[in-house]
């Protein structure tokens, strides 16, 4: 049978307010609104304000009206968010499978556990005890749906016995739920007092005439209120990374020692990841040196694909300490497996293509490069739109995976050899253009003259005849960021060397940009 | 070297490199169209790489070989590295990858990429100095079946032991894929190794137009002392001789 635990933290955001101020805030008259609505509403309220006449649901003009002193509170998701996970994460010590709406409920799964819940009171005293540390007094309800152990929880009943859901829902009196108060007087009007009685009503007969509350009361009295995502499951139970790590007993910077260790960290790691059906995404390493600071080190590797391979996580660990070994002694090392991902069954492989393998075995590759020499290091050329030729090769950084341009292996039209693509020159461009000359002339390519003899000098190097200059082009732009007005021009030399050159018209001089080989 | 004298000479279509014929909106590095168009190619040899000149894998017998060493020499400006960037392109148009481990720092490829080659498909390794580039040589043929064809462009002149030409050779022959060292020493000195398959001689020619001439030193599974003869239809574009 299914069983259900909800813990209920009445006015979560407000508590979480609570938790930074102190108890006292409980004492003044304070409320979270909803700004995003128009009109604003009062979405949560402390005790205090409510004796004010402050309610949820009302409008924030007129809860200011009613409470002179009443202090409006923003939502903030991003701590909501942190406290949830600090929940989640104590009540997983309790339960398996974890759920929450997102508005202070968690609710529990308890299938499976009937040997260890034997008595349901006393569970719901452990969670309420769990949550009690991070500043939470929650009331817990246990039923066999979410919603009647929403509404135990939030009546602070504990559990429902086993079968009597329906029975405790249709006698939960109307007055124990925050309704609004048209609401609350129309259902007196009506005589409408308990769930039961609005669970006789036609469906959709109280959203007609009260909007989206008569919605929301509608389906809580007949248990739809919370969606199948509400319903436990493991999916929602934080994970704790696992991790291994050691104090070496002596210190020590030699690498094949700290491989050997490792090797015994991650081959222990891997096995508690792949008991889990996982396989490793992210290794963390975080190694402590013996310096007089006693430094930490913290470097993340990801081998191409997630993986269950020790010697292929060992072997990048090599590249990287053999490219960036550590400065002083090893003193202890600890390894976290940060990212895991569901493990595939190898099975699937033997029906993967040959270019499949050799996309694995490209994206294998890419990973170990970019260990040994740095991701930057590992890059494919893209062609950018500037008017500056040098700036027009931009290098992006070789991905590997699915996205990548390599990705799968393109077969060629018709299965056979593609056609014959440019042969275009290769060529070296040089890190800084190099001031030349052009002797026996005009000093720049536009003013060349066939025919008359000319020599081109380098510095250092002994000069060249020039045969002729081709292909001369004025280029000039980039006014907005670094002007330039320039004329390129290929530049033939006596034993067919090609140079590439540039007459810099902003300050008159020839430069070498660049080498064909 | 130039060819000895009375061996028949082989001869690339006159547009073995196109000279530069700037594009309307573009500058004056882009490649010009082949002309005449070159013939397609034949369907690729088996342990063969095609190289995109049509003479020069005609007489290879299909191109550079498969898991053996290519080594590639000639001084600055000699063309090697076009030779290289051409199968390169001609292995990524094929279906497959090709790597460029750059210990030079000055791979610039505008040229292949405003003429629209396919060089998206290139990896480019850039290593600080020639013996981690031998080792970015080793992770990359190490990965069986990631790459068609690797080139190793040196910064200095090559030098390697013969127990890591081993390795690369073993690793190269194990996964298929073709290894071109490129070495900037002059055509006339000495080989890398015992184990290289292919040694090319290159240079840059220019009589009129731009060529590239093409000496093949050693080549041990192909043709010995012979010469291969096609229709010349410019002698001094693309020369080919053998002195095994």
Redesign the interface.
Known sequence: MTRIACAFLPRFELALLARREGPGFWRQPAVIADLSASPALVREATPAAEQAGVCSGMTVAEARVRCGELSVHLPAPEARGQAEAQVLAALARLAPQLATDGHGAFFLGLSGMERLVRDERVYAARVEAALRPLGFAASVGIAGHPSAAWVAARRGVGPVAPGSDARFLASVPLAGLDLSEPARTLLALLGVTTAGQVVRLPRGTLGRRLGPEGERLDRLCRGELFPPETVPTAACVPRVPAAAGLDLPSPTDALEPILFLMKGLVGGLLARVAAERKALAELTIEAELEDAGRSRLVHRLSPAEPTLDVRLLVDLVRLWLERAPFADPLRSLRVVASKVAPAVARQLRLYTRRQDEGTAALDRALARLAAAFGPQAVVRPTLAPRYLPEGRVVWVEAQSGPEAPWGPRVEPPGGGPGEPGPRPWALRLLPVPEPVELTGGAPTPSAWVPGAPRLLVRRGQPPRRVLRIEAVQRRSGEWWEAPFDRSYAWVVCDGGERFWLFHDHRCGRLFLQAVAD | MRPAAGLPRLAAPAT???????AAGQ???T?A??QPP?P??A??APGRL?T???ALDAFLGGGLPRGQITEVCGG???????L???AC??AI?????AAWIDA?????????????????????????GDM?AW??AD??L??????DLVVVDLAGRASLGEGRLTRLHRLAERGGAALVVLNGRPAESASLGALVALRLRV????EGA??LEVDVARHKRGPDGRAFLEPLHDPDRLRLSSTL
């Open positions: 073995a490199l196109a000279p530069p014929r700037p500058h004056g590095l490649a169209p082949l070159a397609a190619p369907p690729e095609p995109g000149l049509p600055p400006s000699s063309g090697k590295a076009t290289a960037l051409a392109l001609q148009a094929a279906g497959g990858a030079s720092a000055g791979f610039w490829p505008l040229a292949a990429l405003e003429a629209g080659a396919p060089a998206d498909r290139l990896l480019v390794v850039r290593t600080p981690a080792r970015a992770i990359l190490g990965a069986s079946g990631a790459v240079r840059r020619r220019d731009d060529g």
